[in-house]
């Protein structure tokens, strides 16, 4: 069969990669896809959100089964483009993708469902959320309601902060129309645990946990990045953490969705705080995490193919999710001065070191061609080097290892992923 990826970060290159493990597969093209994934795939050059475009591609390859990687397409409705021109294709419809497009949606959808989160109030008005924080409790959070790739929530630790946060969002609308409504949130404190998932409407079968690190500098220090590297599992996410979620949180969100009339396909990202009081949602995302998909699918057994046709035929109660026994740690090598100002178009030099080696894996997030055909930089997270191991640090100092066969001007990356391993330990 013929598959079409939309995208061309990471999470892609680790989607192209695990498709063609698939022995159902013998095409796979990638919109618009990078450098990496021209290795495994024929890359595409049609923007993501081009959606007629890549329809009419699809249409015209006889593509069998397009998966949608991003998050922006997703929430745009590309999906609904994509089936009423009678196509398949892996991804939530764009009223279901709303879970992680509206944060006012989401935070309302688990109020009213009891589905545990932090308490919350949404503004519309600058005027009225300033008037909010005048009686606030310190710190506090201030979330875009729209997608800010990632980056548009803010963590204020004083009054005078959260008022400058305002207007960062609402007033000289730093994310676009992202802070055109904002939410305002409870700062919860515990540890921060993603969970990936696969959902046919009614199903919902969990895959492993893993761990982000988001600040852009060690010590999580700096500022929000869309990822900095991961880890998977997480040593946090017991079997007790495991039954709540799965009692109160993973089934109530599907179940929740599917009675607003949202019936969600696809991939539901949950990502957890376990408070004192419990696990909270976080966050929802309507796809695979960047770079959770990188450590995620290398431990996944199943052929993915067949997990995502279930998805989509609402037959996944008969696929029997499976995972190998062992760990996977990927860190980000990025351009130094990421997420801010960075240069771009250093040629990349080792890649030829991961060739033929088990378990290790280097992910193409900010790649591409250069007019000589050298591969060069061409953003602010450049690749994700990514080891598999028999336990959590094994897999991480076979990253970090990894880090040393791959070059390019003004890499940089952060030297402490995975430090909650050691402090599972303690």
């Not at 013998?26 to 959100?49: F, R």
């Not at 989401?106 to 308490?119: D, E, F, R, V």
């Not at 193409?364 to 640090?393: C, E, I, M, P």
Request: proline share 3%; with cysteine.
């Amino acid at each position: 069969m013929k598959v079409l990826v939309v995208g061309g970060g990471g999470r892609e290159h680790a989607l192209c990669w695990k498709i063609a493990q698939s022995s159902r597969v013998d095409k796979i093209y990638c919109a618009p896809g990078n450098a990496g994934i021209a290795q495994i795939a024929e890359c595409v050059d049609i923007p993501a959100m081009a959606f007629n475009e890549l329809a009419a591609f699809a249409k015209e390859k006889e593509i069998d089964l397009t998966v949608v990687g991003m998050d922006d397409p997703l929430v745009g409705g590309i999906v609904d483009v994509f089936e009423a021109a009678g196509l398949r294709v892996f991804g939530p419809r764009k009223n279901a993708a709303i879970l992680e497009g509206s944060k006012a949606f989401s935070k309302n959808l688990m109020k009213k469902y009891n589905i545990p989160t932090a308490a919350y109030e949404t503004f519309q008005s600058p005027d009225e959320a300033k008037a909010y924080l005048e009686g606030a409790k310190y710190p506090i959070v201030l979330k875009a309601d729209g997608l800010a790739l990632g980056k548009g929530v803010l963590i204020c630790a004083s009054k005078e902060e959260a008022l400058a946060g305002v207007d960062e969002l609402m007033t000289d609308k730093k994310f676009g129309d992202a802070g055109n409504t904002i939410v305002i949130e409870e700062f919860m404190t515990g540890r921060e645990v993603s969970v990936l998932s696969f959902v046919d409407g009614s199903t919902i079968k969990i895959m492993s946990s893993a761990q982000d690190h988001k600040r852009a500098k060690d010590g999580d220090e700096g500022l929000n990045t869309g990822g900095m590297g991961n880890f998977s599992p997480s040593p946090f996410y017991t079997e007790q953490v495991d039954a709540f979620c799965r009692e109160h949180i993973y089934q109530a969100t599907v179940d929740a969705m599917k009675a607003e009339g949202r019936p969600f396909k696809g991939v539901i990202f949950f990502g957890l705080m376990l408070t004192q009081d419990g696990p909270k949602v976080l966050e929802y995302n309507a796809r695979f995490g960047d770079p959770e998909a990188q450590v995620v699918l290398p431990r996944m057994k199943n052929d993915i193919v067949d997990v995502f046709e279930a998805c989509i035929d609402g037959t996944l109660d008969r696929i029997d999710l499976r995972f190998e026994d062992n760990a996977c740690v990927c860190v980000v090598l990025a351009s130094d001065g990421y997420p801010l100002a960075y240069e771009k178009g250093f040629e990349i030099k080792g890649m030829e070191n991961f060739e033929g080696k088990d378990g290790y894996y280097l992910f193409h997030a900010g790649s591409k061609f250069d007019s000589n055909g050298r591969v060069v930089t061409s953003g602010g997270r450049v690749l994700g080097v990514t080891a598999l191991g028999s336990n959590l640090k094994e897999a991480r100092a076979n990253a970090y290892a990894a880090t040393e066969w791959v070059d390019f001007g003004n890499k940089y990356m952060r030297h402490d992923i995975g430090k909650a391993i050691d402090e599972a330990d303690a």
